[in-house]
């Protein structure tokens, strides 16, 4: 039987994503499955750009990580570490450090936006917002009930199984160094999004998720926090289209940092909340 050396775990894990991402690209070229690569100018409603968002992170995220852990780990699905219970005050925690960060994470993606210059960039920049843009339309409390699910919560679940749980481990395993596995997982995690204002937040996100998962040895603190980060977002958003006064809101600079500091204090106390659990 042949032996795999946790640097080509590595690679392997991440071929099955680039497979899997592969294989959706060929499928949507087919008539019947146009919908799934649409995009604003396409003529399909924002339903089924919400849907393919949906299914993308499904089949790149989640189907890789658990035909891995169904191949290699001994343990199988005990090796994502859902099943270890993390207190309930140190999930709270992690969740209003995510939404604190989010108003720094959104003041930071904006001074980036408006500072590129570089025209492959602006327009891959724009290409992205209109898309975000499109698909989070929410007309109805269902629209906004269904982006919370499809959108937020989807993408929490399989995204920590992938990079978490799936290449933090392997990075950890093949590295031998914790701290240096959670910034690569975090690194590929804001790469694969593709947003040239969005990389340096997302980078911070994915540290915090990583951390999160380091600290508690459970993946169900870094779900939950990735869940609320996301759903925050698409609340605002919602609110955004019905009220002309939350739409034309800017939240001063110094609410902005503020919210970061509030969110490295969390995290700090996070921390100190895990290690007591632990110990």
Not at 1 to 15: D, I, S, Y
Request: with cysteine.
């Amino acid at each position: 039987m042949m032996t795999f050396r946790p640097g080509m775990k590595v690679w392997l894990l991440v071929a099955l994503y680039m497979a899997c991402g592969g294989i959706l690209q060929l499928a949507s070229r087919s008539s019947a499955l146009a919908w799934m690569s649409a995009g604003p100018d396409d003529g399909y409603p924002a339903f089924y750009g919400r849907i393919a968002w949906a299914i993308y992170t499904i089949v790149t995220c989640a189907l890789p990580v658990i035909v891995f852990a169904n191949v290699f780990p001994p343990e199988r699905f005990a090796w994502f570490r859902i099943g270890v219970k993390v207190h309930p005050m140190i999930v709270v925690v992690g969740i209003l450090a995510m939404i604190s960060a989010s108003l720094g994470f959104d003041q930071i993606s904006d001074w980036i936006s408006h500072a590129i210059t570089d025209p492959s960039l602006k327009e891959l920049q724009d290409l992205g917002t209109k898309d975000s843009q499109w698909v989070l339309q929410m007309p109805t409390v269902g629209d906004l009930l269904f982006c919370l699910f499809a959108n937020a919560f989807i993408p929490a679940l399989c995204e920590e199984l992938f990079f978490r749980a799936g290449l933090q481990q392997l990075f950890s395993e093949w590295t031998k160094k914790p701290h240096l596995s959670v910034f690569m997982s975090a690194a590929f995690f804001s790469f694969v999004h593709f947003d040239p204002a969005g990389f340096p937040v997302i980078f911070l996100a994915g540290l915090m998720l990583g951390y999160a998962f380091y600290w508690t040895g459970s993946l169900r603190a870094g779900i939950a926090m990735h869940f609320m980060f996301n759903a925050f977002s698409i609340v605002v958003s919602y609110f955004s289209q019905h009220s002309a006064t939350v739409a034309s809101w800017n939240p001063p600079i110094a609410l902005s940092m503020g919210g970061l500091a509030l969110s490295g204090l969390l995290m700090f106390l996070f921390w100190k909340k895990s290690r007591q659990q632990i110990n």
